[in-house]
C-alpha cells in the first residue's frame, strides 16, 4: 500500500511563490507516475500536473498555468508554484498512479493512491 503525504502549503500573499512535497512510502517510487490536483471549495477536484515515471511532463491544456511538476529519483515529487493569485486558493492534493498513459493521469480516477491534501491559501 502507498501512502502519500503532503506538506509546504500555508498563507501566502498575491504574486507570491510555495512549493509543495509529497513524500512517498510503501511502493516503488520510480514506477509511479505522480499528479497534483487542487479542490477549491465548492468546486471540482481540478488537474494540476503530472509527471510520469520516465519525468515525462503534463499539465492542463488551457488555462496555461504557473505550476512545475518534479520528482527526485528518491521518494518524492514537488509542485513549484509562482505568481500564486487569490483563485489559487485550494487544497492541493498529491495522487500516484501505476499508470503512465497521458489521458489517464490528467484525470482523478486515473490514480491509485491519493494523499490527504494540503491547503494553499492566497490573500489578496
Known amino acids: 500500500q502507498v501512502q502519500l503525504v503532503e506538506s509546504g502549503g500555508g498563507l501566502v500573499q498575491d504574486g507570491g511563490s510555495l512549493r509543495l512535497s509529497c513524500t512517498t512510502s510503501g511502493g516503488t517510487f520510480r514506477s509511479l507516475a505522480m499528479g497534483w490536483f487542487r479542490q477549491a471549495p465548492g468546486k471540482e477536484r481540478e488537474f494540476v500536473g503530472a509527471i510520469s515515471s520516465s519525468r515525462r511532463t503534463y499539465y492542463p491544456d488551457s488555462p496555461k498555468g504557473h505550476f512545475t511538476v518534479s520528482r527526485d529519483d528518491v521518494n518524492t515529487v514537488y509542485l513549484q508554484m509562482k505568481n500564486l493569485k487569490p483563485e489559487d486558493t485550494a487544497v492541493y492534493y498529491c495522487?500516484?498512479?501505476?499508470?503512465?498513459?497521458?489521458?489517464?493521469?490528467?484525470?482523478?480516477?486515473?490514480?491509485?493512491?491519493w494523499g490527504s491534501g494540503t491547503l494553499v491559501n492566497v490573500s489578496s
Open positions: 495522487a500516484a498512479s501505476h499508470n503512465d498513459g497521458v489521458l489517464v493521469l490528467r484525470l482523478p480516477a486515473g490514480y491509485n493512491y
